[in-house]
Nanobody, 129 residues
Framework: QVQLVESGGDSVQAGGSLRLSCAAS????????MAWFRRAPGKEREGVGS????????FYADSLKGRFAISQDNAKNTLYLQMNSLKPEDTGVYYC??????????????????????WGQGTQVTVSS
């Protein structure tokens, strides 16, 4: 069964850090395009960043560069999102997504939700001021 399961969401104070995990099953995540999205309260879901496991190539939302970092542990078939210097506006539900297509190989397409066909259930991140 193809599945993504996120974990690691929590409530933290501004300036803190969190690491989210996305465990993949039923497919080899390093051969897929993997991505993180988030939905803030009252807003549409947006792309956080993506990674292609074979090359380690990654894209990030411009506003998050320098604070967020994606990594992948191929042995554990798990994708991570390290979030530092968290701000209240980072509050939201964070989703992991995957696709066997080349969606994450191009800056123009990595953040398009329609390009991903496997989604996790999401994990809540709350940042208080």
């Amino acid at each position: 069964q193809v599945q993504l399961v996120e974990s690691g969401g929590d409530s933290v104070q501004a300036g803190g850090s969190l690491r989210l995990s996305c465990a993949a099953s039923g497919f080899i995540s390093s051969t897929y395009c993997m991505a993180w999205f988030r939905r803030a309260p009252g807003k549409e879901r947006e792309g956080v960043g993506s990674m292609y496991g074979r090359t380690g190539g990654a894209f990030y939302a411009d506003s998050l560069k320098g604070r967020f970092a994606i990594s992948q542990d191929n042995a554990k078939n798990t994708l991570y999102l390290q979030m530092n210097s968290l701000k209240p506006e980072d509050t939201g539900v964070y989703y992991c997504a995957a696709t066997p297509s080349a969606a994450c190989l191009f800056r123009e397409s990595w953040s398009r939700e329609a390009g991903y066909n496997i989604w996790g259930q999401g994990t809540q991140v709350t940042v208080s001021s």
